[in-house]
């Protein structure tokens, strides 16, 4: 518990990514206006339909070549999706592998990223400000976020569910959603939302990151955290004594998101992940699974299929 909690506090500090690193320079990405090509249907029937993949330049993409680093928005504290190695000191996980590859096709090194590390709910915020070109940080495709960035097409399925402690009484949503319970939810997150749209009795605390709900598990201030399976999982491996109960939920798709005006960045991105899924087993997205997320056992077989809407 204590390496965990030490994790926590050290990586408060180092949020939202002020300055190089060993990851990368410094530069900002610039603010892009919405573009209307780039808008989803109004009536928001599909959200996981992206633009069709091309491999064009736009100016979003000419940026990024002029700049000569991809600046992308991360997580450091998701075990097996987006972590800092305490022994290398190095960024990586499923969502870092992508970024590279990203940044592989749009510059030809996997290393010319800029990483900064985001909370949950400063995603968006950072994708609008023109902070991050992209945000590669398990984030949930939804209709409310495609009105206000835009995503690729899905690159992971997981669902809503509860991480407690071994020995719990809480076997499931309903246990959890007693009255007196509490439960911990990254803010900004769709679990968060979750639990407003049910109204629950039980008492919600909301914390920047993932791991500050693990933390406060750990020290008995919450009795279960409710949050994607796939990152419950990386979190049950990080602390063997919390488990996944109940069912996943809900379906979700995580997208990396990008700001609605840079459509060409959209389309590129939408290019990478077609070679990314190609190959079947020996995929460059199947190795990634096999290396960071096989263990966790979520029943996946492959990526998801992708959606365009033109």
């Known amino acids: ?21 060993r990851d990368g320079g410094r530069g900002t990405a610039a603010a892009v206006r919405p573009a209307a090509a780039a808008a989803p249907a109004a009536d928001c029937t599909d959200p996981e339909a992206s633009l069709r993949p091309s491999t064009s330049d736009g100016p979003a993409v000419r940026r990024i070549k002029e700049r000569g680093r991809l600046i992308a928005g991360v997580d ?9 190695d305490p022994a290398t000191g190095r960024l990586d996980g499923f969502d870092i592998a992508l970024v590279r590859a990203i940044a592989k096709a749009i510059l030809g090194d996997p290393d010319k990223v800029t990483f900064l590390a985001i909370p949950t709910n400063q995603r968006i915020p950072a994708l609008k400000s023109g902070k991050v070109d992209i945000v590669a940080r398990t984030m949930s495709i939804s209709c409310d976020r495609i009105k206000e960035v835009a995503f690729s097409t899905a690159y992971f399925q997981a669902g809503q569910q509860l991480l407690v402690p071994k020995g719990s009484k809480v076997t499931g949503l309903d246990d959890a959603l ?8 990254a803010a900004g997150s769709t679990a968060e939302a979750e639990l407003t ?48 109960v109940g069912k996943p ?15 060409d960045l959209v389309r590129r991105v939408n290019a990478v992940l077609d070679d990314y899924r190609a190959g079947g087993t020996s995929s460059p997205w199947m190795q990634a699974y096999r290396q960071w997320l096989a263990r966790a056992d979520l029943g996946i077989t492959a990526p998801p299929e992708p959606k365009y809407r033109d």
């Open 1 to 21: 518990m204590l390496v965990t909690c030490a994790l926590a506090a050290v990586t408060a500090l180092l949020l939202p990514g002020g300055g190089p690193g």
């Open 76 to 84: 450091q504290n998701s075990y097996r999706w987006g972590y800092r």
């Open 178 to 185: 007693m009255t007196g319970r509490k439960i911990c939810a």
């Open 197 to 244: 749209k049910r109204a629950a009795s039980a008492s919600v605390t909301t914390v920047p990151n993932q791991l500050d709900c693990l933390v406060r598990l750990q020290l008995g201030q919450v009795d279960a955290i409710l949050t994607d399976n796939a990152l419950g999982a990386g979190q049950a491996a990080q602390d063997p004594s919390v488990v996944l």
């Open 249 to 263: 939920f809900t379906t979700e798709y995580y997208g990396v998101a990008m700001n609605r005006g840079a459509e």
